[in-house]
């Protein structure tokens, strides 16, 4: 009905009026219901436009681009904008493309959540349009201070991670400056720091974690005032920070006046086994800054994170994030703890963890079966493998075989710092099912002997 | 009933184990939704933490702050971020207190609007959780598109105008460089111009909006690359850029390779004339970048707006705001579209304007008939009067002694850039009925008796 609809109002031009709904009932003899949701889908698509009283018209063609802008090359200048890894990793799925290069799970990972019920009920609440406190719902606050494990008074409610990381990155360090990245690190916080014109200083891991020798020597060089930091279940590696390295990097951090900002990512990602409680627990004197969201385990459009941080820094975070654009929605925020404090919450937590685990199981049997010279970490938490090529294999050649075999993966170079190719691919398990895994690991399959044909 | 649990769990001390929902309704005789609701209360106030499976229990007592975190002085050094005049702006409504100082409409200002509905509708959509694209719902781009006078193409969603001019003007200038406001200014802007290290530079107006040659002075000195600009009823004194103005700004912007941020905030905020078109439909080459939003005329917390850009900047500007927060959260997009085409709106839209003007009206007679020498300019649009104080009269004591009277008003300073005192107020209407106006006057009155005695 959609098509039909859209057909006529191509051939009546824009500006025409298109019949109202009884005429059009008349006309092609179905429910009004169809003809609503046709017309709805038309409003959507920007076919045509409804002007409440006056009737449906079809819209006006886009106009064409300005006759000149070239203007703006001489004001604009080099971009300082960064977005290396967010397209892929945000792009939604294609016809025929199995997605292990996107950043959220599937919708259904863990079960239906009780999402939309609790915005229904956030949205009927009395006075949830009105401007909620700056800083947060107390409520939230609480809970997410439970979490984290601070008080209610040292958090900050934020609209996700991306937003608080790029907060903080902005409120501590100048253009100009470095920020430490732990590497193999995350692209999105990448972005944010380049972005921003802070110069991004890899400091390397091994099995155990960040490295705190190259710490001390990368604070030595730079004078760097931030470190980030995933400690759980790094991105893209899966890396957990050991006991004693949680130590050492506190105690270098101590030294040298150093802001640890921890992104917690992946707290309700874990694999089944128990998971390392957030860093900032081991801190008693605000150097670790924590960041955590619920776009993750909760749902991409839930749109709800915080921040923990003690000391003075709380105060100058607070006032960026008011700068930045105010507070986070009420009717949110408000569905927000419904859901967390729900008892469906511990349940779906529950099964992400196991559909997460059988996930990586099968994957890891997969490459090792297939791909037995390609080597990497089984992880225990988190949505992805950080596959090492073998040597000679060409990162890039491989990414583009892979697309061809209709097969995204992250390119491992968008997760580095440094001028050396990665020999890396970041395999996400987070958008398919266990069912698709085979299949994919055999177009990867192809992908290489593409590459080496 | 929610005070006498309180109050039972402060007895109780941290961790406690609450009884159960039956073990209440027995106790205290009351209704099972009684219970339910006080317990709800315990838990949005943080008193009390619900485990799924386990009960209820006090939550923990508030930790002290650390121990030490004088280090962080040394490592953050002064602070770029500024927040003046916002803290008043956003801060809601206090006991006995008349707010003149707020910067959102009250709620029912225009009647309601069928919001809360519309949310309860988007979050029944199938797939509503999952990221929608980078730059907003197809549907709500072209609606912004439709009533800015551009392309779909050329619109980007935003949550909200604060979101929308941090991302325009961090993505265009670098820390360091100047930023030109016509003054006087909406603080918001300029406190995210001083957050990001840029200067912000003033250019007078008069009676017309913007002077030309002033600008033009301004251009020459400082080489600027941006001009911030609100050429429909400015905050905080509804100047209107006449049309004569209207080509010579454009022409200047022409001439110098300039950019104009063009902050569209009172689309919808008129009081009854008609309302001058955006300056973006007199720009062929995209010299003019037009903000709006729904805040203001939908809800505060319906935090959609929209910037209309055209030629490579549009690129830049799609990107930052992608590096910021990715997107913006599926369900409101949905009910934002769905309210303003929705038949409530127009008519929300002439009641409010309908009220502005009606409150503007009843504010300028009491205001003329008891402060008689005190000048100002009535309004056509917007929330707000600016206030020229007698000479001689201090803006500061006078906004301490209105506060003393139970009169919160905007400081003329936090709307000005430069070294002198303003020697203004902003009188806010917005939040205040028309049967309250002639009270705020008199306190306004007493505060100045009290300053001069």
New interface residues.
């Given amino acids: 009905m959609a098509r039909i609809l859209a057909a006529r109002a191509q051939a009546a031009g824009p500006g025409a009026r298109l019949p109202g709904s009884r005429a059009l009932i008349r006309e092609f003899a179905v429910s009004a219901t169809t003809i609503q949701q046709a017309l709805d889908r038309l409003?959507?698509?920007?076919v045509v436009?409804?002007r409440?009283?006056a009737g449906t018209f079809v819209?006006?063609r886009?106009?064409p681009?300005?006759?000149?802008?070239r203007?703006?090359?001489?004001?604009?200048q080099a971009?300082?904008?960064?977005?290396t890894g967010?397209?892929l990793a945000?792009r939604?799925g294609e016809p025929d493309l199995l997605p292990m290069a996107v950043g959220?799970p599937s919708?259904d990972l863990g079960g239906d959540l009780p999402?939309?019920?609790a915005?229904?009920r956030?949205?009927?609440r009395p006075?949830?349009?009105?401007?909620?406190p700056?800083l947060g719902?107390?409520?939230l606050?609480?809970?997410f201070?439970?979490q984290i494990g601070?008080?209610?008074?040292n958090i900050i409610v934020t609209?996700?991670t991306?937003?608080a990381l790029?907060t903080i990155f902005?409120?501590?360090v100048?253009?100009?400056e470095s920020i430490l990245f732990a590497t193999p690190t995350y692209p999105?916080a990448l972005?944010?720091a380049r972005?921003?014109?802070q110069v991004a200083v890899p400091v390397p891991g091994d099995e155990d974690g960040l490295r705190p020798d190259l710490l001390e020597r990368a604070l030595e060089r730079t004078q760097a005032?931030v470190l980030y930091l995933q400690p759980t279940f790094a991105n893209p590696d899966g890396n957990v920070l050991s006991a004693e390295r949680r130590r050492k990097v506190l105690d270098v951090a101590?030294r040298h006046?150093?802001?640890v900002v921890e992104d917690d990512w992946a707290r309700w990602l874990g694999h089944g086994d128990p998971i390392p409680p957030p860093l900032i627990r081991d801190?008693?004197?605000?150097h670790v800054i924590t960041v955590c969201s619920l776009t993750k385990a909760g749902?991409?459009?839930?749109?709800i994170g915080a921040i923990a941080a003690?000391?003075?820094?709380a105060a100058?975070l607070a006032?960026?994030r008011?700068?930045?654009?105010?507070?986070?929605?009420?009717?949110?925020q408000h569905a927000a703890?419904d859901v967390v404090?729900?008892?469906?919450?511990?349940g779906h937590v529950r099964r992400t963890a196991a559909a997460l685990g059988a996930r990586v199981n099968r994957l890891t049997a997969e490459l090792r079966s297939a791909l037995p010279d390609f080597t990497f970490v089984p992880p225990r938490g988190g949505l992805s493998i950080w596959l090492e090529l073998p040597a000679g294999l060409d990162e890039d050649a491989l990414v583009r075989a892979a697309r061809e075999q209709g097969l995204a993966v992250g390119p491992g170079r968008d997760y580095s710092i440094g001028d050396h190719p990665s020999g890396h691919l970041r395999l996400s398990f987070a958008n398919l099912t266990e069912h698709q895994l085979p299949d994919a690991v055999a177009r990867l399959g192809a992908a290489r002997a593409a590459v080496q044909a």
């Avoid at 409003?43 to 920007?46: E, F, L, T, W």
């Avoid at 749902?299 to 749109?303: E, I, Q």
């Avoid at 003690?310 to 820094?313: I, L, P």
């Fill in positions: 409003v959507q698509d920007g436009v409804t409440p009283g819209a006006a886009r106009e681009e300005p006759s000149d802008t203007w703006q090359d001489v004001t604009l971009s300082p904008v960064d977005t967010l397209d945000l939604t959220y919708s999402l939309s019920a915005l229904a956030a949205a009927r006075g949830v349009w009105d401007p909620p700056v719902l107390p409520s606050r609480s809970w201070g439970q601070v008080s209610p008074d609209p996700g991306q937003s790029s902005r409120a501590i100048p253009a100009g999105g972005a944010i972005s921003a014109g005032r101590a006046g150093l802001f801190d008693p004197n605000g749902a991409p459009g839930l749109r003690r000391g003075q820094v100058r006032a960026l008011m700068v930045d654009d105010f507070f986070v929605s009420g009717p949110l703890i404090t729900s008892t469906a919450w511990a």
